[in-house]
């Protein structure tokens, strides 16, 4: 089966300016997750969507970070401004049911790296 | 809220050596535990998982991790080291007192040398 397909790969950008992010999951996954991975850190979850729902975005900076996945297939992760902080590979992530629970293992793109200057 | 904590940030080993990398949890319940490599410019990749069970849980590429509740701990190990091993390796939980969130540790980088 096809994987998770992130774009772009690579993304350099001045600090103010905007950026977005395409996913798409592996065909049939319901559960859709965008990861932020500082440099030198783990993943944090950002969102997570359960079709076109939004189940977890506690996480998520709301006064610049926005994300949907309107018909429940692909999702686009946006940042608006970015600022130097933002700098981090961002993964994206499907299952094919809710929660990374024991029975539900997670499939990881290959992510998109941002630098902000 | 539950945590892992990976025990050094960087484990250089000689090929053929045995790999460890410690990974502990906090968690007021048994969780569910992963663990995930991941390669140069690559996503991350599940190694393997522990659920319920057997506490000696084998995942691929020879690794194997043992869930031990009575030290909150899921060690990673491989008995010989190979330099397609070389990635780094990032424990992770969920499940427990945390719900379905999957909480990753900082990584550990595993260096395979000659």
């Known amino acids: 089966e096809a994987g998770v397909a992130q774009s772009p790969r690579y993304k350099i950008i001045e600090k103010r300016q905007s950026v977005a992010f395409w996913c798409n999951p592996i065909?049939?996954?319901?559960?859709l997750y965008w990861y932020q991975q500082i440099l030198g850190q783990g993943p944090k979850l950002l969102i997570q969507?359960?079709?076109?729902?939004?189940?977890?975005d506690s996480q998520l900076p709301k006064d610049r970070f926005s994300a949907e996945r309107l018909k429940g297939v692909d999702s686009t992760l946006k940042i608006q401004p970015a600022k130097l902080e933002d700098s981090a590979v961002y993964l994206c992530?499907?299952?094919?049911?809710?929660?990374?629970?024991?029975?539900?293992?997670?499939?990881f793109g290959a992510g998109s790296r941002l630098t902000v200057l | 809220a539950q945590s892992v904590t990976q025990l050094g940030s960087h484990v250089s080993v000689s090929e053929g050596a045995l790999v460890l990398l410690r990974c502990n949890y906090s968690?007021?319940?048994?969780?569910?535990l992963f663990w995930y490599v991941q390669y140069p410019n690559q996503g991350l990749q599940l190694l393997l998982k522990y659920t319920t069970g057997a506490t000696l849980v084998k995942g691929i590429n020879g690794f194997e991790a043992e869930f031990k509740k009575s030290e909150t701990s899921f060690h990673l190990t491989k008995p010989s080291a190979h330099m397609s091993d070389a990635a780094e390796y990032f424990c992770?939980?969920?499940?427990?007192?945390?719900?379905?969130?999957?909480?990753f540790g900082t990584g550990t980088q595993l260096k395979v040398e000659l």
């Open positions: 969507f359960q079709n076109n729902g939004v189940v977890d």
């Open positions: 968690s007021s319940v048994p969780p569910y």
């Open positions: 992530a499907s299952s094919i049911h809710g929660g990374p629970s024991g029975a539900n293992v997670l499939t």
């Open positions: 992770a939980v969920s499940g427990g007192g945390g719900g379905n969130k999957l909480t």
């Open positions: 065909s049939g996954h319901a559960t």
